[in-house]
């Protein structure tokens, strides 16, 4: 054995040095100049966009590695590139290349960003932009999930072999991906970070796999977490059955459905989260508040056109005290009054309708025990809001606001109530309501004297003549 055991070790160390130098002279070519412009070529033909890579090189442990792939927005200038990631990496198996077949047992996106940004129609139009209709999909691409976008071509009319024959993907995996969608003034709709996926690729072509994404924030205000699912892509078609996830401390289901011919449908519901958990994630104040939200809603349209967006939303709050608007709140402090400077909520319900670019608020309700509130009308998709409400007062809460309130109120449908009506305009991050001026009878910053005068109930002094002190009037 003694003797045969030199010789094995000999060509063991020199099939190793071989095998070494191959990898060294393949991550030479890999780093070439000319085979990366070709990895560029044929990545920009396959997405019908330029793609730039920074480098690609070859380990025996984690396969064959693109780094610094970039495809660069080309519809909106200056904005962040339309999809980039940290590196792809293709892991191949061994034995099957020795076969003749280019099995890819899993592709690994490291840090991918996905960028979506909305052009108005007319823009659209105005560029006179005609795809050919080779270059037009059977089907839109599915929802990314993680910057990973999968569409399905249609076959040539030339016959080609099956893509089985030429290379063969098993799995797909995403880490640490981020989605941004934006609309055509730059302010960002949906931000899904911290997406992990796992994607299989079965015979028959279908896509099976699960997912998590860390933080979903909805414009500036929701921040549901911890997002998880699994799905199946088929045909164009996508459908994830049973997403979960937490919100403000409480639980959300929901499914969603993306079909080429009848667009997207998805309906989510949302139990037991936490009114001041939900106030602390979008930046409000919301000392002693408590209460539990439950709401439930749905969604249909086609991807990419919120114009076609249509929907339901009900919510309610359950045993809630809230701080009421700035403006009761501090007619409150003023009066000592405990209700308006904290509201303890008997009903606090509303009903939402979504089209035709906005959300309708048909009916809101908020009721303690001395006074109701109510609104109505459209919050645009673009912030701005237009509601139309009333604000309910008993007698009891008339009295103790005796000598401020002023002539604006009319009788209610509600017995022992009067309300004075108000609007709500502006927009979501910076509303205005001429409820004070309402409620007061006067425009405020025009009539200073009479504020003081009806918000402090003191005299105001006339001005005194020359050489005579000031009475009081």
């Known amino acids: 054995m003694r003797k045969f055991a030199k010789p094995i070790l000999i060509s063991a160390g020199i099939l190793v040095f071989v095998y070494v130098l191959a990898v060294l002279g393949l991550n030479i070519y890999l780093q070439s100049q000319g085979l990366q ?18 480098g690609a090189h070859y380990t025996p442990w984690s396969g064959f590695t693109v780094n610094g792939i970039m495809v660069p927005q080309l519809q909106a200038t200056g904005a962040p590139p339309e999809f980039e990631a940290e590196s ?16 890819v047992k899993e592709v690994l996106v490291n840090s991918p960003v996905l960028v979506s940004i909305s052009l108005p129609r007319e823009n659209l139009a105005g560029r006179g932009e005609a795809p050919s209709e080779a270059a037009i999909p059977a089907a839109p691409a599915s929802p990314s999930r993680g910057g990973l976008e999968i569409a399905v071509v249609p076959e040539p009319h030339q016959a080609q072999p099956p893509a089985s024959s030429l290379m063969e993907v098993r799995r797909v995996k995403i880490k640490n991906g981020r989605t941004q969608v934006f609309d055509s003034k730059g302010g960002c709709l949906f931000d899904l970070n911290g ?27 929701v921040h549901p977490r911890r997002i998880s699912g699994t799905f199946t892509f088929e045909k164009g078609r996508l459908e994830i059955p049973d997403i979960r996830g937490t919100w403000a401390d409480g639980r959300i289901t929901g499914t969603f459905k993306l079909d080429p011919a009848l667009g997207f449908s998805a309906t989510a519901t949302a139990d037991g989260v936490l009114v001041k958990k939900l106030a602390d994630d979008a930046g409000i104040s919301a ?12 969604l249909r349209g086609l991807p990419g056109a919120p114009e076609s967006y249509s929907g339901e939303v009900e919510a309610n709050l359950q045993e809630a005290r809230l701080q009421p608007l700035d403006f009761i709140r501090q007619i409150g402090d003023l009066m000592n009054i405990q209700e ?34 109510e609104g109505t009308g459209p919050v645009g998709f ?4 237009k509601l139309k409400s009333r604000l309910h007062l008993n007698e009891k809460l008339r009295r103790d606001l005796s000598g401020l309130l002023g002539e604006n109120f009319e009788d209610s449908e509600r017995a022992g109530y009067r309300f004075v009506p108000f609007s709500v305009t502006g927009s979501v ?17 025009q009539d200073i004297g009479g504020l003081l005068k009806n918000l402090f109930q003191i005299p105001v002094q006339e001005k005194a ?3 005579q002190p000031g009475e009081a009037k």
């Open 88 to 103: 792809i990496n293709f892991r191949f198996a061994f034995f099957q290349l020795l076969r003749g077949r280019l099995v």
């Open 340 to 373: 308006l400077q904290m509201l303890e909520l008997k009903t606090a319900e509303g009903w939402f309708v979504i089209r035709d670019r906005q959300v309708v608020v048909e009916k809101m309700i908020l009721e303690s025990a001395n006074l109701f509130l």
């Open 465 to 467: 003549k020359p050489g």
């Open 287 to 298: 000392d002693g508040a408590k209460g539990s939200l439950f709401a439930k809603g749905s």
């Open 429 to 445: 991050s910076r509303p205005k309501t001429d409820l004070l001026d309402k409620l007061t009878g006067f425009r405020i910053g």
């Open 382 to 385: 673009d912030g701005k809001i």
């Open 195 to 221: 997406i992990e996926a796992v994607v299989d690729i079965l015979p028959n072509g279908t896509l099976a796999g699960k997912f998590l994404v860390g933080e979903v924030s909805v414009g500036t205000s």
């Open 37 to 54: 412009s070709r990895i560029c070529s044929a990545a920009s033909a396959a997405v019908g966009k330029p793609v730039s890579i920074q």
